[in-house]
């Protein structure tokens, strides 16, 4: 089988490794970290600058969600092809926060409270009457840094003002969704869909703030970690019967046939799981630290080729060890990065640790340079938390260039809690509620 790839993250990178086990990959447009003849399997890696419209491939899978929002898809299918991705319809859920919460309720998916304004006047007339913390969404498209959570009024009526003026993120924030603060510990969890089955993939935690012990602005994203303690196979079940399925069933009902990725972002509240955002591709770094537990025994390049055609039958199986995922950011980011700088010790991470590229180019020379603001992922397996912690920092030592951050905590308090769980006999994340079983989580 032959896949083109549409993108170039470190989310691309990752399921060209994964994909390339069993499948010839072709990556559009690609990056400097792939197409090196790398062989993870019995596949092959190769980048081209050809238009996705002009690659021969049996199965096109779409990374990023612009494209997926521009009707990509659909241009791919109405040519014939056989697309993992939804088509403009379905990728509103991603294009339009306020769409999303409006087939949310429809569903009755729980959510948190909110409200959608383009007015400001009526966006500060209701800030004054909720109570902190405020939590202001730009409606469209924002790479990840649309959210601002604080308990300041004075910064939450600034930021609705540079939303919806458009100083701040154009004609995506000409609309904002105000919400309630939900409470309780985050889960991502991926899911492939044929339209009407969910079948997902081990879940994950991602860290959104940029600076250590969640303090700075929010960013695409720092860091993952995959499994996540206390999050077993019953919490999983519970979110696809409650949430996932709902959500399908609900696009069908609108007549779109939902064919690709969906990645839910959730709040394990004391009232249950409730949705915090949805996003319509694989989540970047979640991906990253998902993927390369993937089992031998799992053929992603055909799971894949299942879910694009409707016919989900088989489901993924996932190693028992751990993965950790560093984010490696350029100077400057999220608001203005830097680019250019040459990045040192590519070269001299050792075996045990995957270095997925994401925003890095060539220099005249042919050697990498920083090329936009998450530059590189830095992940690890091991067979705790803090073994691949430890993996996965040790390989970020090796990597330098010109103010160059990264987060020092991404899977700290995990890792504390899998030793507790080794020597209480209890996961540190279990909520006994959330879990309400008599066995608990695991």
């Not at 990056?31 to 003849?37: I, T, V």
């Amino acid at each position: 089988m032959k896949v083109c790839i549409v993108g170039s993250a470190g989310r691309e990178h990752a399921l060209a490794l994964a994909l390339a086990r069993t499948a010839e990959v072709v990556v559009v447009p690609g990056n400097p970290g792939m197409g090196r003849g790398d062989r993870p399997g019995t596949g092959l890696i190769t980048c081209t600058g050809s238009p996705p419209d002009e690659v021969e491939a049996d199965l096109f899978v779409i990374g990023p969600e612009g494209p997926l929002v521009a009707g990509l898809a659909d241009r791919l299918r109405a040519a014939g092809r056989l697309v993992l991705g939804p088509g403009a319809d379905g990728a509103r859920l991603e294009g339009s926060k306020a769409w999303m919460k409006e087939v949310l309720a429809a569903a009755r998916i729980p959510t948190a409270r909110h409200q959608v304004f383009d007015q400001l006047e009526a966006a500060l007339a209701y800030l004054a009457s909720s109570s902190p913390p405020y939590v202001i969404k730009t409606d469209g498209l924002a790479a990840g840094k649309g959210v601002l959570v604080t308990s300041s009024l004075s910064d939450a009526e600034a930021d609705v003002a540079a939303k919806l003026s458009g100083s701040a993120f154009g004609a995506a924030g000409r609309t904002v969704v105000i919400e309630e603060f939900l409470a309780g510990t985050e889960l991502s969890l991926l899911a492939l869909c044929d339209g009407r089955r969910a079948i997902p993939l081990s879940p994950a935690q991602d860290f959104k703030r940029l600076l250590d012990g969640d303090a700075g602005p929010n960013t695409g994203g720092m860091g993952a970690y995959s499994p996540v303690p206390g999050v077993g196979d019953h919490l999983v079940e519970s979110i696809v019967e409650t949430a996932l399925e709902p959500l399908l069933a609900e696009l069908r009902r609108r007549g779109i046939d939902y064919r690709g990725v969906l990645y839910a972002g959730l709040m394990l509240t004391e009232d249950g799981p409730k949705v915090l955002e949805l996003n319509v591709r694989l989540g970047d770094p979640e991906t990253q630290a998902v993927l390369p537990r993937l089992s031998s025994a799992t053929d992603l390049a055909e799971l894949c080729a299942q879910t694009a055609s409707g016919k989900l039958t088989s489901a993924p199986s996932f190693r028992e060890d751990t993965c950790v995922t560093v984010v490696l950011a350029a100077q400057g980011y999220p608001t203005d990065p830097r680019r250019g700088d040459l990045i040192h010790g590519l070269d001299k991470v050792q075996a045990g640790a995957t270095v997925f590229h994401a925003a890095t180019a060539l220099d005249p020379s042919g050697r990498v340079v920083t090329n936009g603001g998450r530059i590189l992922s830095v992940s690890a397996l091991g067979p705790t938390l803090g073994d691949a912690r430890d993996r996965a920092y040790e390989a970020v030592r090796h990597i330098s260039w010109p103010g160059m951050s990264y987060r020092h905590d991404i899977a700290q308090a995990a890792a504390i809690a899998e030793v507790e769980e080794i020597i209480f006999g209890r996961a540190g994340l279990c909520n006994e509620e959330i879990c309400s079983t008599e066995e608990g989580c695991m």
